[in-house]
């Protein structure tokens, strides 16, 4: 299953650079009312930034769910690494200027040598939003996968109330919502035709769900070996949880 993902992306990507004409006169289209909105240029950069925070928060809730959910965001955080490093070798590859070279001009335009396809910010956005959404989704089976059971009937009945999303439903929701914001921005900015943003979410997507699915159990199992040390356990689960499968004792 994990080959098939990296099989898609090898088709996929590749695939749309014969989309590069219409992508460019979108890119037009879109630069001409946006490349000079003031701060717009911030917009990817926060976007990455919170991901990663919401990685950070994602593994530190895994620790209450038991060692697969923990090898979850330990193997997807390495995938989202190795997402940023296909991309590029991929620019390095391909070589293609930016818009922001040739068609247009804007004030933070990337160096000369600074490839476009695909793009990075795009990459790691959707990298991290992935590693995200996929050890929210292990920890919540892990702990039931359901509201009452995750944080009890009073405050899942105020969730309800208020008609708001309760955590772990946000934790899938709002990763993927910032990694498109970061997608667009970096389109709307004018460093990045639309192409190349589709390119980097697929690299980001297909890349760190392999990695999951591939070594997410040996991970797993790495990760028993070394809780046999309790200063280490510590580390890796919360207090009360043991085992695979997040077994509370006491």
């Known amino acids: 299953m994990a080959l098939l993902w990296l099989l898609a992306a090898a088709v996929i990507v590749p695939s749309l650079l ?7 006169d979108l890119y037009l ?3 001409a009312r946006t490349a000079d909105l003031p701060g717009v240029e911030l917009i990817a950069e926060v ?3 919170v991901l990663a925070l919401l990685w950070v928060l994602a593994a530190w809730q895994a620790r209450g769910a038991g060692l697969v959910a923990v090898a979850t965001a330990v193997v997807g955080g390495a995938g989202a690494v190795l997402a940023y490093a ?9 070589q293609q200027p ?3 070279w040739e068609l247009i001009e804007i004030a933070h335009c990337p160096v000369a040598g600074d490839w476009s396809f695909p793009s990075n910010h795009t990459t790691i956005a959707f990298a991290l939003g992935t590693a995200v959404v996929l050890t929210a989704l292990a920890t919540g089976r892990a702990r039931g996968g359901v509201v009452d059971s995750l944080f009890g009937t009073t405050t899942a009945l105020r969730f309800r109330r208020a008609r708001r999303l309760p955590p772990h439903r946000a934790m899938v929701v709002a ?5 498109v914001v970061t997608g667009a921005a970096r389109v709307v900015q004018g460093v990045h ?3 190349d943003v589709v390119a980097g979410a697929t690299v980001g997507v297909c890349v760190v769900v392999a990695v999951v699915l591939a070594l997410r159990g040996p991970a797993a199992a ?3 070996v070394l809780c046999r040390n309790e200063a280490v356990c510590r580390l890796v689960l919360a207090p009360g949880v043991r085992g695979e499968g997040g077994v509370r004792r006491g």
């Open 193 to 195: 035709y639309p192409h």
């Open 175 to 179: 990763p993927v919502v910032l990694a």
């Open 47 to 49: 976007g990455v930034v």
């Open 86 to 94: 296909t991309s590029e070798v991929a620019k390095t590859i391909v």
């Open 18 to 24: 014969l989309l590069r004409g219409p992508s460019t």
């Open 98 to 100: 930016r818009g922001c």
């Open 29 to 31: 289209a879109v630069t």
């Open 222 to 224: 790495g990760l028993g």
